[in-house]
């Protein structure tokens, strides 16, 4: 069953693939759980990385051949499809166990309550919506034992892991690449399944460190987010905004046209989308009976849930978030200026004179560490009131930097409070006149000046500022 070439040339390129991304020191005295082990050649690979495993397989014929082969591998019989991984590991192993699976997503949850680290590989289907999946069934000593099993899009798999606590790089790269298998296929959105079509996980869970190595791990992420505005040039955005990170697009999926989407994804293949159902907020804010009708100020909900999701394609340090109907010329300018900064950095509608909205910051473009970014949309989810202003976004976020002064800034003065924020936050400054002008006209495009940059530093900005 295990013992021809095809699979041992598969095994060897998924550990070619650890050895590039992951130094071997990594691996030394961790505990490892195979799951679907088959006879445990994947799982003999790790111990030659010095890690104690233990191998697990439903069929006892496999156990045997396993235990004969590898004695050093602690091998035992186990159920994925009914029962629970009964001890915590520092690493679990999951090489397409999961599309054997009928229940592939509880499989996958249980896996990621049980270890820190997460190597994974699926077969997928080819589709864009985090809730795809198609069932199959299946025949074979080497299929799912119970007849059934899974193909999810990579979204799916994503939102799992995104939602049990995990960051992932998804390693699209030929190494892994044999005849019977590619990993660096582009999606074309068919919503069909490919049995030559993989996917692989690097994961790790959150607040612990990244294992892969440094060179691989990008340094910036632009996540723009929003509906798809034609009137925008948008592939001249994409194009531009290639050059300086990975573009992440997070869309509304029940408004836009899939097929130029579709377009999209074929003219760029290394643009990562994540696609959001508008009418699912709509609905979801009805059930907690916070609705009043889709209207700019709850519109800002969308945004925070949007954004929100598309940290899922995040692993960079850092983060530039935009609006999708928006162009920004020198970006890059943008980026070299903000990315060695402490601080927030945002454009010139960052307060609209501070007597107008005092906890308005530009939810038009704006940057920094990624756990701070993260955690300014986390805020504003945890604290949204329905049919408020874009302060949601941004004031709980603000709060809580005060917290940790002790100072309630409802009770500060103008003055008072424009000095706080300064000490806080740069400002990149954006000629307003051409922000607001472009979701509207179509050949207008906002130049970023490098002569523009402005600290907040300067009270006069704050209290008179570049205000058009």
Excluded at 146 to 171: C, Q
Excluded at 407 to 428: C, E, G, P, Q, R
Excluded at 451 to 468: A, I, P, Q, R, V
């Amino acid at each position: 069953m295990f013992n021809n070439d095809k699979y041992f040339i598969w095994n060897e390129s998924r550990f070619n693939c650890i050895n590039k991304y992951i130094n071997n020191s990594f691996f030394t005295n961790k505990n490892v759980l195979e799951v679907g082990c088959g006879f445990g050649d994947n799982g003999n690979n790790f111990t030659k990385l010095n890690c104690n495993v233990t191998s697990t397989d439903i069929r006892k014929n496999f156990i045997d051949i396993g235990k004969q082969k590898y004695p050093h591998i602690n091998f035992n019989i186990f159920d994925a499809e009914n029962e629970k991984i009964n001890k915590f590991y520092d690493i679990i192993v999951d090489y397409s166990l999961s599309n054997h699976l009928k229940n592939f997503d509880l499989h996958l949850i249980d896996v990621c309550k049980n270890c820190n680290y997460l190597f994974l590989e699926l077969e997928v289907s080819d589709a864009l919506y985090d809730d795809f999946i198609i069932t199959n069934e299946e025949y074979g000593e080497d299929q799912s034992f119970y007849k059934i099993g899974s193909k999810p899009s990579e979204n799916y798999v994503d939102r799992i892991l995104s939602e049990n606590n995990f960051n992932f790089k998804v390693i699209k790269d030929s190494i892994l690449n044999t005849n019977d298998h590619k990993y660096d296929w582009c999606i074309k959105n068919t919503n069909k399944y490919n049995p030559s079509q993989n996917r692989y996980w690097i994961c790790w869970k959150n607040n612990i460190e990244c294992p892969i190595k440094n060179e691989f791990i990008e340094e910036v992420s632009i996540i723009l987010q929003g509906r798809i505005n034609k009137k925008i040039n948008l592939e001249k955005t994409i194009s531009l905004y290639q050059n300086h990170g990975t573009v992440i697009l997070s869309l509304y999926r029940d408004l836009e046209d899939i097929n130029y989407i579709n377009h999209l994804l074929k003219k760029f293949p290394n643009i990562q989308i994540v696609n959001n159902s508008y009418f699912g907020y709509i609905n979801e804010l009805k059930g907690k009976n916070m609705f009043r009708n889709i209207s700019y100020l709850d519109n800002c909900y969308y945004q925070i849930k949007t954004t929100l999701i598309a940290f899922r394609k995040v692993i960079s340090k850092y983060v530039i978030k935009s609006r999708l109907d928006h162009y920004y010329s020198s970006i890059g300018d943008f980026i070299k200026w903000g990315i060695d900064q402490k601080k927030i950095i945002s454009s010139s509608v960052f307060v609209r004179g501070v007597n107008y909205i005092r906890y308005h910051l530009s939810d038009h473009i704006f940057g920094g560490k990624k756990d701070e970014i993260y955690k300014i949309f986390k805020l504003a989810l945890e604290n949204y009131t329905p049919g408020c202003p874009e302060v949601n976004i941004w004031k709980p976020y603000i709060f809580y930097l005060a917290s940790f002064e002790n100072i309630n800034l409802d009770h500060l003065d103008n003055l008072s409070y424009a000095k706080w924020m300064a000490k806080k936050f740069y400002i990149y400054c954006i000629n307003r006149h051409f922000e607001y002008k472009l979701p509207y006209a179509s050949n207008i495009v906002t130049k970023l000046n490098d002569n523009d940059k402005t600290k907040t530093d300067s009270l006069d900005y704050f209290l008179n500022g570049c205000d058009c």
